[in-house]
Nanobody, 114 residues
Framework: VQLQASGGGLVQAGGSLRLSCAASGSGFSSYVMAWYRRAPGKQRELVARITPGGSTNYADSLKGRFTISRDNRKKTLYLQMNSLKPEDTAVYYC?????????WGQGTQVTVSS
């Protein structure tokens, strides 16, 4: 599986962005998909995860602002980010996992100005 993230950019605080992660290869619908982020000077952290069946979980600090979704027909993962804050500035990575298989996209930069 190859993952291509897009949709990042520069946005003012309070704004919104929608990230996409297009997957190639087979089996997308059977993977647990997730978004992670790494802010400057910080470790990578889980943003949100979605199972093949559509169950989701989020980092506690992001609940209510971010929404993860997937379109298995399009083999695409999404992250809708609302009410963005400067502390959301990071490189966002998509991830797919199934058993011992683990794949990462190249990351897309999100910068939130105050």
């Amino acid at each position: 599986v190859q993952l291509q993230a897009s949709g990042g950019g520069l946005v003012q605080a309070g704004g919104s962005l929608r990230l996409s992660c297009a997957a190639s290869g087979s089996g997308f619908s059977s993977y647990v998909m997730a978004w992670y982020r790494r802010a400057p000077g910080k470790q990578r952290e889980l943003v949100a995860r979605i199972t093949p069946g559509g169950s989701t979980n989020y980092a506690d600090s992001l609940k209510g602002r971010f929404t993860i979704s997937r379109d298995n027909r399009k083999k695409t993962l999404y992250l809708q980010m609302n009410s963005l804050k400067p502390e959301d500035t990071a490189v966002y990575y998509c991830n797919s996992a199934r058993g011992i298989l683990d794949y990462w996209g190249q990351g897309t930069q999100v910068t939130v100005s105050s």
